[in-house]
C-alpha cells in the first residue's frame, strides 16, 4: 500500500484520512492512495461466487455457509463470513488490519443498538426496519453456528455478537465497485484497508478508480481541487439518499443532506423558479448546486438542507406565468405551519436533544447516534421554515 501527501488521524469520530501539504488544482486527478487486491477482501455479487484474494480453500465449510445466502439479499452475510475466516487465518492481513476497526462500544451502527436505542431514534419505520435486520443476522447465526458445527467454524464468531458486529463492519465499510482482472469483468462487494477510513461527503474532494492493469484501486483527489493541509480527504458513500438509509447503512445522519425529505400533505404550493433564484440555485433538480459567488459576503444560509428543500417543497411553475406575491405569501405561511406541526408531534425539541446530548458525552455510541439522527430531521424542518421565510421577505413585486 502506498500514500502520497496525507496523514491517517484518530479523531472523535474514528479515523479519518487528512492531507499533510497543500495540493494546487490540477486538470487532471492526482492518486493519494495505491491499495493492491492482495490486501482487499472481495466477493462476486452475484453467482457463482469468487473471492478475489482467494483464500478459502477447496472444501471449508464456510463456503457451504457463504454459498448458502440469498444471492439477491445478503451480500452483508456473506462479507461478514469472509471478513471472521480473514481474521482465523495464520498470516492473513486481516489480522493486523483488525486493530483499525471499530470495537462493538465503538461502533454506531444500529444493528448494534439496543431496544433503548432503537426508541430514541423518534422514527417508528426506521426502528422497525432495524430489529427486522437484527432478527435476521441472529436468525443466520443460530442456523450456521449450531452445537454441531466443526470448531473451525464454531471459533469464528461464539456468539451472537460476534457475528452482529463482523456484519455491522460490512455493511458500513464495503464498497462496491466493478472490476476487471485479467478479462473478467465483475461487480464485487469489497472490503478495503485503508481506503475505509475515508470518511463521507456530499461534496467530496476524492473518488475511487480500479487501476486494472496490476489490480490496484486507487483514491484520487477530483480534478480542479484545491486541497490545504490539514483538509479531511473525503468520497461520497451513497448518492441520492436520504438520512434513514444512511442510518441503516452506516450508522449515521447529516443536518445538511442534499437529497432528505419530508412529506407535505397540504395543497399549499410555491413557485419553483422564483424560490431558486432567491437562494442561487441553479441546474436540473437531480443535479441542484448553489451558485455562492452570486451571494452576498459571509452569506453561508445555503448549505445542503437548503437544497433538499428545494426538492421536497411543494413547488409549482407554469411557463412564463409569473408568481402573485399575495398568494406566494399564503403559501408560505400554510407551509411553514405544517412544518410546526410536524415539529410538534416529536416528543422532544431539537434544543432539548442538544442540551441531552452535551450532557451525556460518555454515552453509547448506538444512542447518540440515535438522538443525533431526531436531532437533525428537526434541525432539517426548522431550516426549511427559515428559508420560506427569507424567501417570503426577498420575493419581488
Request: aromatic share 10%; with cysteine.
Amino acid at each position: 500500500m502506498r500514500a502520497y501527501g496525507i496523514e491517517f488521524k484518530e479523531g472523535p469520530d474514528g479515523f479519518g484520512v487528512y492531507a499533510s501539504k497543500d495540493v494546487e488544482p490540477l486538470r487532471r486527478a492526482r492518486v493519494i492512495m495505491e491499495i493492491p487486491l492482495e490486501l482487499m477482501l472481495t466477493i462476486r455479487q452475484k453467482l457463482p461466487w469468487m473471492f478475489f484474494p482467494d483464500i478459502v480453500p477447496l472444501g471449508h465449510p464456510i463456503f457451504d455457509i457463504i454459498n448458502s445466502t440469498n444471492p439477491e439479499t445478503d451480500w452483508d452475510l456473506r462479507l461478514a463470513c469472509l471478513l471472521l475466516y480473514a481474521f482465523d487465518k495464520d498470516d492473513n492481513f486481516w489480522q493486523l488490519y483488525g486493530d483499525f476497526l471499530p470495537s462493538a462500544d465503538e461502533c454506531t451502527s444500529l444493528l448494534l443498538a439496543t431496544e433503548e436505542d432503537l426508541s430514541e431514534l423518534q422514527d417508528p419505520d426506521l426502528a422497525s426496519t432495524m430489529r427486522k435486520q437484527q432478527e435476521r443476522v441472529i436468525e443466520f447465526w443460530e442456523k450456521n453456528w449450531h452445537s454441531a458445527v466443526p470448531l473451525k467454524i464454531k471459533r469464528l464468531a461464539r456468539d451472537p455478537e460476534r457475528f452482529m458486529w463482523a456484519v455491522s463492519i460490512a455493511q458500513s465499510r464495503c464498497i462496491n465497485m466493478q472490476i476487471r482482472i485479467g478479462a473478467l469483468v465483475q461487480d464485487s462487494n469489497m472490503l478495503i484497508p485503508y481506503a475505509d477510513m475515508l470518511n463521507h461527503s456530499f461534496q467530496p474532494n476524492c473518488f475511487l478508480h480500479w487501476r486494472f492493469k496490476d489490480r490496484m484501486l486507487e483514491v484520487m483527489i477530483n480534478a480542479g481541487q484545491r486541497i490545504q493541509k490539514g483538509d479531511e480527504m473525503t468520497i461520497n458513500y451513497m448518492n441520492g439518499q436520504k438520512n434513514d438509509m444512511f442510518m441503516q447503512r452506516y450508522g449515521f445522519s447529516s443536518s445538511v443532506n442534499p437529497w432528505d425529505a419530508i412529506h407535505f400533505s397540504g395543497n399549499a404550493k410555491i413557485h419553483l423558479d422564483s424560490f431558486l433564484s432567491v437562494f442561487n440555485i441553479f441546474g436540473l433538480p437531480e443535479e441542484y448546486y448553489h451558485n455562492s459567488q452570486l451571494s452576498g459576503d459571509g452569506d453561508s444560509f445555503v448549505d445542503g438542507a437548503v437544497i433538499a428543500a428545494a426538492r421536497t417543497l411543494p413547488t409549482w411553475s407554469d411557463g412564463d406565468l409569473p408568481p402573485i406575491p399575495s398568494k406566494e405569501k399564503k403559501a408560505v405561511k400554510d407551509l411553514q405551519e405544517e412544518c410546526q406541526q410536524m415539529l410538534a408531534q416529536f416528543p422532544t425539541t431539537s434544543g432539548q436533544d442538544q442540551k441531552l446530548l452535551d450532557s451525556m458525552p460518555e454515552a453509547r455510541k448506538t444512542l447518540e447516534t440515535a438522538i443525533k439522527y431526531r436531532l437533525h430531521r428537526k434541525l432539517f424542518i426548522e431550516k426549511i421554515i427559515q428559508a420560506l421565510e427569507i424567501y417570503q421577505d426577498r420575493i419581488l413585486f
